[in-house]
């Protein structure tokens, strides 16, 4: 049973426009969020995170936003350019900082200029 | 060198065959880590280590094992595979006990077991 959870494995966007990446979970216990980006031949690589104490959290083009109640989050990306074209990864950890990471499946965005 | 550096980054191997992937990390982490990517899965956690400890051994078969002789380095030693044996093999590192740091990965070992 998968605790992490992204349901739509590709997403197109234009140049310019928002990307929206979104992620579900279903164990209450998890505490802090990641999303992770991975180009082709590559291992993922750290791209934002989130506590549960918090519902938002901003790095530049990089929104992700937390929704406790409905076991939610998304990841925005804005302005979309085309060298965000790659698998998107979200991750969840339990307990201690540090702990093992439990993954999404992964969504492939696409951003055509 | 700096980061996670994984080798070899590609391997065939036939069923009956023996190897070893190796990870290296460079950043002083106490934790290391062995994903398997297959496709249209999520990475799948294999073995975590902390302070040269295994600590977690997620149900993953015998023919897998892993080895940590240091806290910079991790093999993982394959035998008589299966040919679903073939995936992307991640290695990461962490840094425990000292707030969240997330992992840094390596850039994998695409295996190809026939």
């Known amino acids: 049973d998968q605790q992490v959870k992204q349901n739509s494995p590709s997403l197109s966007v234009q140049e310019g426009r928002i990307s929206i990446l979104n992620c579900d979970y279903t164990?209450?216990?998890?505490?802090?969020f990641l999303w992770y980006k991975k180009y082709p031949a590559e291992g993922p690589t750290f791209l934002i995170s989130i506590s549960s104490i918090k519902d938002k959290n901003e790095d530049g083009r990089f929104t992700v936003f937390l929704n406790k109640s409905a076991k939610h989050l998304s990841l925005h990306i804005v302005p979309s350019q085309p060298g965000d074209s790659a698998v998107y990864f979200c991750?969840?950890?339990?307990?201690?900082?540090?702990?093992?990471?439990?993954f999404g499946k992964g969504t492939t965005l696409s951003v055509s200029s | 060198e700096t980061g996670v550096t994984q080798t070899p980054r590609h391997l065939v191997m036939g069923m009956t065959n023996k190897k070893s992937l190796k990870c290296e990390q460079h950043l002083g982490h106490n934790a290391m880590y062995w994903y398997k990517q297959s496709a249209k899965k999520p990475l799948e956690l294999m073995f975590v280590y902390s302070l040269e400890e295994r600590v977690e051994n997620n149900s993953v078969p015998s023919r897998f094992s892993p080895e940590c002789p240091n806290s910079s380095h991790l093999f993982l030693h394959l035998h008589t595979l299966q040919p679903e044996d073939s995936a992307l093999y991640l290695c990461?590192?962490?840094?425990?006990?000292?707030?969240?740091?997330?992992?840094?990965f390596g850039s994998g070992t695409r295996l190809t077991v026939v």
């Open positions: 991750a969840a950890s339990a307990g201690q900082a540090g702990t093992a990471l439990i």
């Open positions: 990461a590192s962490s840094q425990t006990g000292q707030g969240f740091y997330g992992y840094t």
């Open positions: 164990n209450s216990m998890f505490d802090y």
